[in-house]
Nanobody
Framework: QVQLVESGGGLVQAGGSLRLSCAASGNIFVANVMSWYRQAPGKQRELVAILTDRGTTDYADSVKGRFTISGDNAKNTVYLQMNNLKPEDTAVYYC???????????WGQGTQVTVSS
């Protein structure tokens, strides 16, 4: 069992920045894919960014050029740097892991990001 704990959410004005952290209880080197998702009120959860075990990244079109996903194996932590935030980025952000040979799926509890206009 792997636990994912997000932190770093909060209230920020449009144009501002936040960095989310996802601390894993296991070695993220074992993860196949680490991702960030978000869910806004009344909307479906959507994929925001992914980081593969090969170090490749990909992003939703809505955040390309503004968000950056990265990982620190030494700290077992994945980050989401969010710049030039917009009100439409307001959502609960969740960390997600596809873990190990059995490709088990784990979710964090989420962290709220609110962007005011």
């Amino acid at each position: 069992q792997v636990q994912l704990v997000e932190s770093g959410g909060g209230l920020v004005q449009a144009g501002g920045s936040l960095r989310l952290s996802c601390a894993a209880s296991g070695n993220i080197f074992v993860a196949n894919v680490m991702s960030w998702y978000r869910q806004a009120p009344g909307k479906q959860r959507e994929l925001v960014a992914i980081l593969t075990d090969r170090g490749t990244t990909d992003y939703a079109d809505s955040v390309k050029g503004r968000f950056t996903i990265s990982g620190d194996n030494a700290k077992n932590t994945v980050y989401l740097q969010m710049n030039n935030l917009k009100p439409e980025d307001t959502a609960v952000y969740y960390c997600h892991a596809n873990w190990g040979r059995q490709r088990r799926i784990y979710w964090g509890q989420g962290t709220q990001v609110t962007v005011s206009s």
